[in-house]
């Protein structure tokens, strides 16, 4: 779809991620995960930052910034503190006022690890680069905190300047927004019980999609509402998903989707990779 520049490091550390979680639950403690991710990318996407379409400026300076940072090593930085042994740091967002120089950014801190909130403060691999970008910009930054779905439209709307949620590039988004330059190569995978051997015999995508194709509309599938992950399951055009017969049922965030899974409220979840990760290894901590 989009010219894809691949992110080694972030690549990597998330499929180490997923590996060890992967390795555990086919290990001596598989009967006590409570979840796992089954370890194959159904999907090949990309992330970018959304941006006004009305200030093409600050599409130059940003695209200039991502550049620079995956240069000089401050991204690969960034990402260390979440896939690494690094320590997160907290970023505050100012009050929005008019009468200064701000850049108001719109998220969903409900996506770790990208973005993510304790108490007032945000943490997050887009949340650390908005701070670095308002620094760079010499503004002040402003983080509006919103339910996915209206992250675009806030940035169409002009009531922010720049969405950063990862976001995945598709042509409908793209309608709304100018899309930087890529940042972050992502995929979707999908989370079962931990007693769940429907799907350990797989190797492949298509080993996957075999058996998720063959479930009808009685199975349901969760995941955050507006992702996609609900593109997936549903179908897209743009995004070149034929879709399932297994019905979609939409939450406010991955975490509250994987609990249902736990309840029993669905069969299965498909979320991207990363937040797959960190929410399995949150829960499967719990005792």
Known sequence: MKT???????????????????????????????????????????????????????LEDVNAFIKEIKE???????????????????VTSAAEDAS???LIVATNAEFEPFEYKKGDSFYGIDMEI??????????ELVIKDMNFDSVVTSVQQKKCDIAMAGLTVSEERAEMVNFTDSYYSASQKLIVKGDDTTFD????????EAI?????STVNIGGQNGTTGQSYVEGSEGLGFAGLKATFVGYSN????????????????????APAAAI???????A
């Open 72 to 90: 000089n090593g401050q991204f690969e930085e960034v990402c260390n503190r979440y896939f690494g042994d690094g320590e997160p740091v907290a």
């Open 254 to 273: 991955g975490s509250l989707a994987v609990q249902d899974l736990i309840n029993g409220g669905v069969n299965y979840v498909i979320i991207d990779a």
């Open 4 to 58: 894809i520049k691949k992110i080694l490091v972030s690549v990597l550390a998330v499929s180490l991620i997923a590996t060890c979680f992967a390795a555990c639950s086919n290990g001596g403690e598989a009967t006590e995960a409570k979840v796992k991710v089954i370890d194959i990318e159904l999907s090949n996407e990309e992330y970018a930052f959304g941006v006004d379409k009305t200030q093409p400026e600050l």
């Open 130 to 139: 908005a701070k670095m970008l308002a620094d760079k910009l010499g503004k």
């Open 100 to 102: 200064k120089d701000q």
């Open 212 to 216: 998720l194709n063959g479930f009808d």
């Open 280 to 286: 399995t290894t949150a829960i499967n901590a719990v």
């Open 201 to 208: 015999n797989c190797k492949t995508k298509e080993d996957v």
